[in-house]
């Protein structure tokens, strides 16, 4: 069983920075993918980034160049660095995890953390 927990939320004017991270419980994190999804009013949950067991990542195109995903298996811990930030990020950020693959689609994923409003200002 894996429990996560994402911390590092606020509220940030556009063209700022922040840093989400997802703490996780468990001796076996090294062996989970982990997702970072984000999900705003009357939207869908949306995939926006995950690294692999190996460290190699994937974003989609509307974050790429100004997030980065990084995991450090001592710590257990996964972090989404979220630069040059945009009004249209705003959104409750979620942390995934599963131990098959990364995945784009929600259901795919076992274990959620609660989630981090992120709210950009114009």
């Known amino acids: 069983q894996v429990q996560l927990i994402e911390s590092g939320g606020g509220l940030v004017q556009a063209g700022g920075s922040l840093r989400l991270s997802c703490a996780a419980s468990g001796p076996t994190f090294s062996n989970y993918v982990v997702g970072w999804f984000r999900q705003a009013p009357g939207k869908e949950r949306e995939f926006i980034a995950g690294i692999m067991w190996s460290g190699s990542t994937d974003y989609v195109p509307s974050v790429k160049g100004r997030f980065t995903v990084s995991r450090d298996n001592v710590k257990n811990t996964v972090s989404l660095q979220m630069n040059s930030l945009k009004p249209e990020d705003t959104a409750v950020y979620y942390c995934?995890?599963?131990?098959?693959?990364?995945?784009?689609?929600?259901?795919?994923?076992?274990?959620w953390g609660q989630g981090t409003q992120v709210t950009v200002s114009s």
């Open positions: 995934a995890a599963n131990d098959r693959g990364l995945y784009y689609d929600p259901p795919k994923y076992d274990y």
